[in-house]
């Protein structure tokens, strides 16, 4: 799967070279004093490459490495379901590997109708009420709806064979084929690691895939907003995670409100802190990642806002104008990661840009 190469002398780094263009991912690790820039040069940017020159005896640097090697060989196992229209069969996507498995949107309310109001149903319903900010339009029985879909998607998901699932919800919404929109679903199966992409928009699952297995958090798939008065970056959707920090991390305050444009079911507002680092990411199909950072701003609320119910405002690294800012359902992630993103596309044959 991979290669992990401690150079112990200057007179070694021929052989690295050597090493490094064979083909397998290779991980450097250097000790200070190890070998110079001249040394690095010819082997830091090579396709297939991650280079360490560091101190730090922890490991931690070639753990991370090592990460990669598993989220490669990870993700070329995973199945995401696809729930969208009529279509059928399976769809692989090179170069990042992950497994598209397509299921018509009828599977969800069939599966749906089967699901009653469990002890497992009651307990997810109790546990978003109980660890709520505030409940402003949701009732009771609109909680025990959206917990129902959650179990729904897990019974989806384990009958299919997948690891994660995505779903062109609105017409099943519109139809009134389910009580209640999937958005509460779609929050907890991120917080406890399961891929769970809004509206079956690829770019987003594949995002989505190696932002949980790479990093062990989830990621905001958001629609950009830009202000032009401030000239910031605005985004908004009405399904955010709340362990924004990692799977066993303390959540996200969050408010329970409604799907924004039905105005049912559950939805979550989950109030990122305002100060605190963030990463843009989303891939451009398979083959491509765009990026930047910022930091939060403030949350808007909906109203007086419009739009959807979790709104963040950034202040972004670039374009100079965001008006020009790239991308669409670009994940908002917690803290700041862009070199690890670079440095697992230049791995694994990825292409990067700013955003």
């Not at 799967?1 to 052989?15: A, K, S, T």
Request: proline share 7%; hydrophobic share 40%.
């Amino acid at each position: 799967q991979g290669l992990l190469i401690f150079p112990l002398h200057m007179d070694r780094w021929g052989m690295v070279q050597t090493i490094a263009k064979s083909g397998v991912p290779t991980i450097v690790y250097a000790p200070l004093g190890m070998g110079f820039t001249g040394h690095f040069a010819p082997v830091a940017r090579l396709p297939g490459v991650y280079l360490i020159s560091s101190g730090d005896f922890s490991l931690e640097p070639a753990r991370f490495g090592l990460k990669m090697i598993r989220t490669a060989h990870d993700i070329r196992r995973m199945k995401i379901v696809a729930i969208a229209g009529d279509k059928t069969g399976e769809q692989r996507l090179d170069p990042l590997g992950l497994t598209l498995h397509y299921v018509p949107r009828q599977r969800f309310p069939d599966v749906l109708k089967t699901v009653d109001d469990t002890r497992e149903v009651r307990a997810v319903a109790q546990e978003y009420r109980r660890h709520a900010k505030k409940i402003v339009e949701p009732s009771e029985q609109d909680v025990l709806n959206a917990a129902r879909n959650y179990v729904a998607a897990l019974r989806i998901m384990k009958e299919e064979g997948c690891q994660g699932i995505t779903m062109d919800c609105l017409g099943l919404v519109t139809d009134r084929q389910i009580p209640c929109p999937p958005c509460m679903a779609w929050s907890k199966l991120p917080d406890v690691g399961i891929p769970a992409i809004c509206e079956a928009d690829v770019n987003a699952v594949m995002s989505h895939a190696l932002c949980c297995l790479l990093l062990g958090k989830p990621g905001f798939q958001q629609d950009p907003v830009p202000e032009t008065v401030h000239n910031t970056f605005i985004g908004a959707h009405c399904v955010s995670p709340t362990r924004l920090d990692g799977y066993d991390q303390p959540r996200a305050e969050y408010i329970l409100r409604s799907h924004s444009e039905s105005n049912l079911g559950v939805s979550l507002q989950v109030l990122w802190e305002p100060g605190r680092e963030v990463t843009i990411m989303q891939m451009v199909g398979p083959g491509k990642i765009i990026l930047g950072k910022g930091k939060v701003l403030k949350n808007h609320d909906t109203p007086p806002a419009g739009g959807c119910r979790t709104s963040v405002e950034l202040a972004i690294d670039a374009p100079a104008d965001v008006r020009e800012t790239k991308g669409f359902h670009q994940l908002f992630i917690a803290g700041d990661h862009m070199r690890d993103f670079q440095s697992y596309a230049q791995m694994y044959g990825i292409e990067t840009e700013h955003i």
